[in-house]
């Protein structure tokens, strides 16, 4: 069992950035791939990217891809989202999830989940 918590979430104008950060307690999160999620007003959630146990894999959406990195550091159970280059579609509640089975990009496949972390971008 892990439980997630997410920060670094605010306000930013477009072309800005934003570094999340989502903190997991327990000695096992290398055991865990890690994913983030968003899910912005009146849409469902939406795949965003995604880190293997080690780090050796990474997925990406397409609306991110060369704008966001991900990233995680075992050794103080955290794993990062640095987000550039923001756009007003980019606004949305950020989660971070975990995922006992390896990495993936479908939401069921995450065990737990946090609490999220608001990204607003003006325009």
């Known amino acids: 069992h892990v439980q997630l918590v997410e920060s670094g979430g605010g306000l930013v104008q477009t072309g800005g950035s934003l570094r999340l950060s989502c903190a997991a307690s327990g000695r096992t999160f290398s055991s865990y791939a890690m994913g983030w999620f968003r899910q912005a007003p009146g849409k469902e959630r939406e795949f965003v990217a995604a880190?293997?146990?080690?780090?050796?894999?990474?997925y990406y959406a397409d609306s991110v891809k060369g704008r966001f990195t991900i990233s995680r550091d075992n050794a103080n159970n955290t794993v990062r989202l640095q987000m550039n280059s923001l756009k007003p579609e980019d606004t949305a509640v950020y989660y971070c999830?975990?995922?006992?089975?390896?990495?993936?990009?479908?939401?069921?496949?995450?065990?737990?989940w946090g609490q999220g972390t608001q990204v607003t971008v003006s325009s």
């Open positions: 880190i293997s146990r080690i780090g050796g894999i990474i």
């Open positions: 999830a975990a995922a006992v089975r390896g990495i993936a990009r479908n939401s069921p496949e995450y065990d737990y």
